[in-house]
């Protein structure tokens, strides 16, 4: 957890250059035409970054409040559509290898999908913001400064995800805007003391940024009034051949991490931080999502250790051969749970009538370890008065012919 005296958030500059040519022609009306061109060109697609996200409704919670989605535009056409409900990535489009526009994440038309009851019962947190704390902790129950707190049980003996109602199940207040990097969406919520058992009032902002260079940012700060375990993440699932009615077992992934942190039955670290070499969990080089999958029993659904793990490092790489896309993730998060849908059952239809079968989607979930508030070993997670989270993880989209 990267604890800083300031929550600013430091976004690069882009500067647009544009060439002016002095070139003596004898058709200088047909040369001052092309530039005057290339100029409108360039300055339309610095517009399109500068102009502030849209936004429609996205329906009613079941308490009647109205939410809104916001659509993020970048220069090339890419777009993210994000609500308001959760802070959740409803969807991400991305070109293929042929330039075509298709959906990489999983998610719903209108918020009454996130609030289904056959969606509430199998709990897959589709592109959601999670918190107070992202993963598991043990039995509920953790210890700070020599006071004993206790959580709700949702995941079997364990507190998952921020508890019965965490940061995806509420209304963040959003601020669509602009900056040098592109268009931007800007959420806040206040997680009140005492908020699903945890301590200490927790002001949360969460920046979304779709980027010219085809990235999207996510840009994490929080302080409190208490010290309190915090460890923010996002939940999308992706599907780089999404829409094809194709599973993501082909998919090639690569994670730059040397160890694993083992679980038991119920999915909590054991402490051990068990070497990836020779074993199914070794990603230091490109495999497909399914040639050992068979040797996981339930699949994929553990925290690897990233390998230097300072300021913003490497995450993640996944390629799908049959689209061509690609996907890096940097973070400056020191591990990251690759969970590749194993939970997911049929029993939900998300956009265009699409069935979320098994391996549907996988997350890369950029985090601090499980259960870390009861693992002295891994990095802490309290975060202290005074103090202030700040944390960082980009997704960047590309194709390779």
Same mark, same amino acid.
């Given at each position: 957890m990267k604890k800083t005296s300031s929550a600013g958030l430091i976004a690069g500059v882009m500067l647009v250059g544009l060439t002016s040519a002095c070139n003596q022609s004898s058709d200088t009306s047909k040369t001052t035409a092309d530039q005057t061109a290339a100029a409108d060109s360039t &300055?339309?697609?610095?517009?399109? +970054?500068?102009? @502030?996200?849209?936004? +429609?409704?996205?329906?009613?919670? &079941?308490?009647g409040t109205e939410? &809104? /989605?916001?659509? *993020?535009?970048?220069?090339?056409?890419? @777009?993210?559509?994000?609500?308001? !409900?959760?802070?959740?990535?409803?969807? *991400? *489009?991305?070109p293929d290898k042929n330039g075509k526009l298709g959906d990489v994440v999983l998610g719903f038309d209108n918020v009454s999908g996130y609030q289904s009851p056959a969606f509430l019962k199998s709990g897959p947190y589709f592109g959601a *913001?999670?918190?107070?704390?992202?993963?598991?902790?043990?039995?509920?129950?953790?210890?700070?400064?020599? @006071?004993? !707190?206790?959580?709700?049980?949702?995941?079997?003996?364990?507190?998952?995800?921020?508890?019965?109602?965490?940061?995806? @199940?509420?209304v963040w207040q959003a601020q669509p805007g602009s900056s040098a990097e592109g268009q931007t969406l800007k959420l806040t919520y206040v997680s009140k003391d005492g908020e699903e058992g945890y301590p200490g009032n927790l002001n949360?902002? $969460? =920046? !979304?940024?779709?980027?010219? &260079?085809?990235?999207?940012k996510i840009d994490y700060s929080a302080t409190t009034d208490k010290a309190t375990p915090v460890n923010l993440t996002n939940h999308s699932y992706f599907n780089l051949n999404h829409g094809q009615g194709k599973?993501? /077992?082909?998919?090639?992934?690569?994670?730059?991490?040397?160890? !694993?942190? =083992? $679980?038991?039955?119920?999915?909590?670290?054991?402490?051990?931080l068990r070497p990836v070499k020779g074993t199914p969990f070794d990603f230091t080089t490109p495999h497909a999502i399914g040639e050992r999958i068979a040797q996981v029993p339930g699949g994929y659904d553990h925290n690897w250790v990233l390998n230097n793990a300072s300021g913003?490092?490497?995450?993640a790489s996944v390629y799908d051969p049959a689209s061509g896309r690609t996907m890096d993730v940097t973070t400056t998060e020191p591990g990251v749970q690759f969970y590749t849908g194993n939970f997911l059952d049929g029993t939900l239809t998300g956009k265009g009538g699409t069935v979320y079968g098994k391996h549907a989607g996988f997350c890369l979930e950029t985090q601090h370890f499980p259960d870390s508030p009861n693992q002295a070993k891994f990095p802490s997670t309290i975060l202290k008065p005074g103090d202030t989270l700040h944390t960082t993880t980009v997704y960047k989209f590309g194709v390779r012919k």
């Open positions: &300055q339309s697609s610095a517009n399109a +970054s500068a102009m @502030k996200p849209t936004s +429609s409704s996205f329906g009613k919670t &079941q308490d939410v &809104q /989605l916001f659509t *993020l535009t970048n220069a090339h056409g890419m @777009k993210a559509t994000i609500t308001n !409900y959760g802070g959740t990535v409803t969807s *991400l *489009l991305v *913001l999670i918190g107070r704390y992202g993963n598991r902790i043990k039995a509920g129950k953790f210890t700070v400064d020599g @006071k004993a !707190y206790t959580l709700a049980k949702n995941n079997g003996p364990n507190s998952l995800h921020g508890g019965l109602k965490g940061f995806d @199940k509420v949360v902002t $969460v =920046v !979304y940024t779709l980027t010219d &260079q085809d990235e999207l599973d993501i /077992l082909g998919h090639e992934v690569t994670i730059p991490a040397d160890r !694993y942190t =083992v $679980v038991d039955a119920t999915l909590i670290p054991t402490g051990e913003m490092h490497a995450a």
